[in-house]
């Protein structure tokens, strides 16, 4: 019997590859790709480590070209989703049982793989699936999905030994159970580590997980799957379901076995899960747990106190990594009137210097955007601006989808505080600018935190101390991850745990604890031991 009682080390980050000229990862990279562009895979579901193909399928295609396919996937369909929810079922119960150290050691043993014989594999795959170019896919995936299996590994042993105080004469213990039934999770296109840890985090703490992966990012999640049998994960604990979202949901909210959620993706899609299950409350052996990083409108606001070329680099940066498809990514900016013209000609010229184009190239800074219907509604955004009187598009505003799905880093400005793209989420390339008079600072930090419904990220550019203190109390919760002096974007796991609030999630914080936290139910236990053998109390005696 194993009765060790292990803590793992606190990791460290794991080190991002440059990929610059002549680097040994750029030329492992660059092989990777074109082994992978040669081929073309067929993509089954993963049902209790069961391929399962359907014959109902659909395509996966390159963002940056889309008519290079580089799979065929299949479709569950409602006896698929029910096959998936009884093998989690299935698995549930001897994965949760299995010590809390070999389920870490799965997790560590992806880690490794991801981290040495699959580095190449996993970034070329985000990279050609979903149009990362290779600095964007190295911080997903690898880096960020390694980082939180291990940190996971090293919270979980922190949440175990989280122990009560035990007062004379009797021991209490803390027993961190699993949910009592399986976790369904709805994975994004934008993150492959996020896809990974939706799924891996409630698996962390003994729970089995239906998987539903963005059919966008079908290609990275497969391989990720893969990995994870290599591993050791156990048949079922995850199961690989992708096919249509409204068909999948409803099998899944009407079982009694449901017992939590775990997302990332719109507003719109999280609140109507999210009612399928308030209106099925009465079928569920437990209430289940509802974990969700949803939409944002993340701002930029300047002082006029700040560094013009600080700012502009943090508007490129923070608007235009990823083609701004990124949950945190900078889509509005409240700028001086004193600084403005400085920070519009920094910029200008960054953006001027800019290429874009297929991510093979890597002197491409920007790519494609994810599929046709994102492409249709970001520039329908920019085409709002471009005929509307209060707005000008200053730099960019086109986009070409005849070969892949390009649109320009699109700049806006507009006069109208309330503006449609100052306060709607677009998830593109696109940044819009409301220029306030600097004398007016309070009264626009006000506004900044009224005008969106959002409060995911959001920086403060001064250098004025006490202007931001002052953004820092008017704007409390307009962000649940709050920059001062940098961009809106790149929370790193264990340091920047990620998530917000009002419109924008649970805030569960995503990398670090309290998200591992979530996935547990807990049970105390009290043993006496010398147990009373009489009803009485002292205060019965005599006067």
Aim: with cysteine; proline share 6%.
């Amino acid at each position: 019997m194993d009765n060790a009682i292990f803590r793992f080390a606190k990791p460290i980050n794991e080190p991002v590859k440059s990929y610059a000229p002549g680097t040994a990862e750029k030329i492992a990279l660059k092989q990777m790709l074109g082994q992978l562009s040669s081929e073309q895979w067929d993509i089954p579901l993963i049902i209790g480590g069961k391929e399962i193909r359907t014959g109902d399928t659909g395509k996966v295609v390159m963002p940056h070209n889309h008519k290079h396919v580089l799979a065929t996937y299949h479709k569950a369909g409602p006896k698929e989703v029910q096959m998936a929810i009884d093998a989690a079922v299935k698995a549930q119960k001897e994965w949760s049982d299995l010590p809390w150290v070999e389920r870490a050691s799965v997790m560590m043993r992806i880690a490794e793989l991801i981290s040495t014989k699959y580095r190449y594999a996993v970034n070329a795959s985000v990279m050609l699936g979903q149009s990362k170019n290779p600095m964007q896919a190295e911080i997903d995936a690898p880096c960020e999905l390694i980082d939180f299996l291990r940190f996971s590994a090293f919270y979980a042993g922190q949440i175990y030994a989280d122990q009560p105080y035990s007062d004379t004469g009797i021991l209490n213990r803390m027993e961190y159970r699993a949910l009592e039934g399986f976790v369904f999770t709805l994975t994004p296109f934008n993150f492959t580590s996020i896809a990974s840890n939706l799924n891996l985090a409630p698996a962390m703490m003994g729970n089995t997980a239906v998987w539903k992966p963005s059919t966008t990012a079908i290609y990275s999640n497969y391989i990720l799957m893969k990995i994870f049998h290599e591993a050791g994960l156990p048949d079922g604990v995850v199961n690989f379901i992708p096919g249509q979202g409204s068909v999948i949901g409803k099998v899944v909210t009407q079982s009694p076995d449901f017992a939590g959620f775990h997302f990332t993706g719109s507003t719109g899609t999280f609140n109507t899960l999210w009612r399928a299950i308030g209106e099925n409350l009465g079928t569920y052996k437990s209430y289940p747990r509802i974990v969700g990083e949803t939409g944002g409108k993340n701002f930029i606001f300047v002082h006029a106190s700040a560094p013009a070329e600080d700012v502009a680099t943090a508007i490129v940066r923070g608007a235009f990594e990823y083609q701004g498809q990124k949950c945190s990514a900078a889509s509005r900016a409240y700028i001086p009137s004193c600084l403005w013209a400085n920070v519009k000609e920094r910029v200008g010229a960054m953006l001027q210097s800019i290429r874009m184009g297929d991510v093979t190239d890597f002197t491409n800074f920007v790519n494609a955007v994810i599929d046709e219907p994102s492409f249709d509604n970001i520039m329908d955004y920019i085409n709002y601006a471009k005929q509307s009187p209060d707005a000008t598009v200053l730099f960019g505003g086109n986009g070409d989808k005849t070969e892949g799905y390009y649109i320009e880093p699109t700049v806006i400005v507009t006069t109208d505080p309330a503006f449609k793209t100052m306060s709607e989420e677009i998830f593109g390339p696109v940044i819009t600018i409301y220029v306030y008079d600097e004398s007016q600072y309070e009264e626009t930090l006000a506004l900044c935190d009224r005008t969106s419904p959002y409060g995911l990220t959001g920086s403060i550019f001064a250098r004025d101390r006490y202007a931001i203190d002052k953004a820092f109390k008017l704007l409390r919760y307009s962000a649940g991850n709050f920059y001062i002096n940098d961009k809106p974007t790149g929370a790193v796991i264990a340091q920047q745990p990620f998530g917000g609030s009002r419109a924008s999630g649970t805030n569960d914080k995503a990398g670090g604890p309290l998200n591992l936290v979530r996935w547990t139910n807990p049970r105390t236990i009290k043993e006496t031991y010398v147990s009373p053998t009489h009803y009485g109390y002292p205060f019965l005696g005599e006067k």
